[in-house]
């Protein structure tokens, strides 16, 4: 007799799981399973070609001609580098005027590689809040592993020391921000009852020097179901700010002191706006009507800040989106505001200086490329002179950086990365695919100018949050695809930003499911256009990512030759209890609405996958120490798929937080190992031979 595969977790049934037990993160049986599943999986991939390229890789991020990305504190530019001899990194600083020589004078400050052999602790950098003005202590953000909750230690940037009996916090998400050199605001999940059920800070607590953190006096507190509650200085008026993140697109900002909140900025909550020397500029996120005028989402408005608190809405209009005319982001320097926008996926800067009745805008230039982006040198927006840092670069030309400023000077090259792999003989081509529902879709296809009608295709997307996935240089991709002869195409799906809050909206909750739609229709362009056949499509996306990816090997399995879902959400019933899922129900729907679960469950692909179908080979990929999107999405998913007969594969490395690994050596292994995968799946490459 024949015995079935168990298909649980199903639609019918979403609750009845037998795959709890993934979940327990360091769980001795769970371990146990994922140990067997590495295994599996490198007895598979791992031979002289993966170790070959994952050399590659490594070298590649760790060449000493990348760029060291800076930031400017006082007199200084502060960098956080990395290399094959200090792996963890080294937080060092310089002037600028070294900064532009070709070999930088650097002064070490913190030793992350030392300090982690010191302390026996799996330390890995996640940043540096410096007190305004002195910069001469930091709080520094340590994370064991790469996750998002961190040790907040202070250090003196006089004696290179840790503070004796400083201001430090144990392991949690949370942040503070210096108000003055004994003062910190706290906003971290650290103590019974002070985090949301998204994980993150629900109070802002006033932390003095030489005192319990826990036992900081609470200023600001949020409900238990909000995302989280985040404070701040005002430098401009030395009023406090109190953040209330009510979920992923609405916030509630307060203005206030030392003794708590005390005014409510009156603006709609979906609404994105930032202020300066006296102006605050204004973005909708859904159509708003004031003062008999609406304004259409992702109009940009500007007014000054005592009128808004005074009750004005006598706004200024600086931008009006069109159809393929998107704002992508704007922020304040030196009291001009800075404004981005992507018009037909090209990239425009406009400098905006306020005045009475009139804002003068200006175009700011920037060499024309596929990919520019634009952001104050200073860390600290009081302190800035209006200098900026420019980044410009295309899938085949490595990134220049650039210094200019918002007086609209021509930009000077400070430095140019050396390229990571072999571009000669490759294109970069803009194309479009039809949707199912007639919308159009773009995407950037890099490769060979010769076109054989069976190109091995790396695809990737993203489509969620309103980020935009534009085509930077190809780094890893090109040298572990591009540099063999195949050919990457990057997908602007909807659920990103590439054509402002209309896009998103259109691939948001039971707009994702069109979202996946568009991403198949690129697969399926390609194929309409000649330029390969179903089985050369290698697909990869992570996070949101991986959710597409996973919905791509049931929902078309039929347009792929393999699949490789990084980072993955999947489980669409359980992922508002895992985690960080709950800060997401915005984005996606709450599962527990039976009428939001009634779309959720067409795109939980660990519901949805059945046996018997014609499924692509797909490796599942994630890491241990990621604190952000839970770890058993990806080995549930395994786990039922191999279940139901299916060769999935599993990679889960014990460390690497929410990414590809916590230094270049785990995320050449991470990126090698994937590439080894789809480039066998499709039959680009010959798989290992098993042992006999």
Request: overall charge negative; proline content about 7%; glycine content about 10%.
């Amino acid at each position: 007799m024949t015995t079935l595969p168990d298909p649980r977790p199903t639609p019918a049934a979403p609750d009845d799981d037998p795959w709890l037990w993934l979940e327990e993160v360091e769980g001795e049986r769970a371990l146990a399973w994922v140990a067997g599943q590495n295994a599996a999986t490198l007895a598979r991939l791992a031979d002289a070609r993966f170790e070959a390229d994952r050399d590659a890789v490594r070298a590649a991020l760790d060449r000493p001609d990348k760029l060291p990305h800076v930031t400017r504190r006082g007199a200084w530019l502060y960098n956080f580098w990395t290399d094959a001899a200090q792996p963890r990194g080294l937080w060092r600083r310089t002037s600028l005027e070294s900064y532009r020589q070709p070999q930088p004078e650097w002064q070490v400050l913190l030793d992350i590689d030392a300090l982690a052999r010191e302390e026996g602790e799996d330390w890995v950098w996640h940043g540096a809040a410096t007190l305004p003005g002195t910069h001469d202590v930091a709080m520094l953000r340590l994370s064991r592993g790469g996750g998002d909750a961190v040790v907040l230690r202070e250090f003196s940037l006089e004696s290179l020391r840790f503070v004796e009996g400083g201001f430090a916090l144990p392991e949690c998400k949370g942040s503070v921000d210096w108000l003055d050199r004994d003062t910190l605001l706290l906003a971290a999940a650290y103590g019974d009852g002070m985090a949301t059920t998204s994980g993150y800070s629900r109070t802002v607590r006033l932390w003095s020097r030489g005192t319990d953190p826990a036992a900081a006096p609470v200023l600001f507190s949020v409900p238990e179901d909000h995302m989280g509650a985040w404070g701040g200085l005002d430098h401009d008026t030395g009023r406090l700010l109190f953040i209330d993140q009510i979920g992923f697109y609405d916030t509630a900002i307060h203005l206030g002191d030392r003794g708590g909140p005390k005014q409510r900025i009156d603006l709609p909550t979906d609404m994105d706006y930032r202020w300066q020397r006296g102006w605050l500029a204004a973005q909708p996120r859904t159509p708003w009507t004031v003062v008999g005028t609406t304004h259409a989402p992702d109009t940009l408005l500007g007014i000054g800040l005592d009128a808004i608190l005074s009750g004005s809405r006598d706004f200024t209009t600086l931008f009006t989106p069109g159809e393929r005319r998107a704002l992508q982001g704007f922020f304040w320097c030196d009291g001009r505001l800075v404004v981005s926008v992507l018009d037909e996926l090209r990239p425009e800067f406009t400098v905006f200086t306020p005045g009475e009745g009139e804002w003068s805008g200006a175009r700011l230039d920037l060499p024309a490329t596929g990919v520019a982006s634009l952001w104050p040198l200073d860390s600290e927006a009081e302190e800035s002179d209006g200098t900026l840092l420019a980044q410009v670069e295309d899938p085949v030309t490595p990134a220049t950086l650039l210094l200019t400023s918002t007086a609209l000077a021509t930009p000077e090259v400070l430095r140019r990365s050396s390229p990571v792999f072999d571009a000669s003989g490759l294109v970069v081509t803009r194309h479009e695919a039809v949707s199912t529902d007639g919308e159009r879709i773009p995407y950037v296809q890099t490769g060979p100018v010769t076109e054989t009608g069976d190109a091995p295709i790396h695809l990737s997307g993203y489509g969620g949050f309103r980020i935009s996935r534009l085509p930077h240089y190809q780094g890893m991709t090109g040298k572990l695809w591009l540099e063999k002869g195949g050919t990457t195409v990057i997908a602007n799906i909807r659920g990103g930003g590439e054509f402002g809050t209309r896009w998103h909206e259109a691939g948001r909750r039971e707009g994702k499911r069109l979202s996946h739609d568009d991403f198949a229709a690129v697969a399926a362009d390609l194929v309409r256009r000649g330029v390969t056949t179903p089985g050369r499509i290698a697909a990869e996306g992570g996070s949101n990512g991986g959710l597409l990816i996973a919905n791509m090997l049931t929902r078309y399995p039929e347009r792929f030759g393999a699949l490789f879902c990084t980072i993955p959400l999947i489980d669409m019933r359980r992922y508002t209890k895992l985690l960080a899922g709950a800060s997401w129900i915005a984005e996606y729907g709450d599962p527990d609405a039976p009428a939001d679960w009634a779309f959720l469950q067409h795109m939980s692909a660990y519901h949805t996958a059945e046996p018997g179908c014609p499924y692509p080979p797909i490796l599942i990929a994630t890491t241990r120490r990621d604190d952000r999107v839970h770890p058993g999405h990806a080995r549930k998913m395994a786990a039922k798929l191999q279940s139901l007969g299916y060769p999935a594969l599993l990679h889960e490395p014990a460390a690497g937080g929410h990414g590809y690994g916590k230094d270049n050596s785990e995320v050449a292994t991470f990126a090698a190992l994937g590439a080894a995968f789809l480039r066998r799946a499709i039959g680009w490459e010959e798989p290992i031979v098993p042992r006999s």
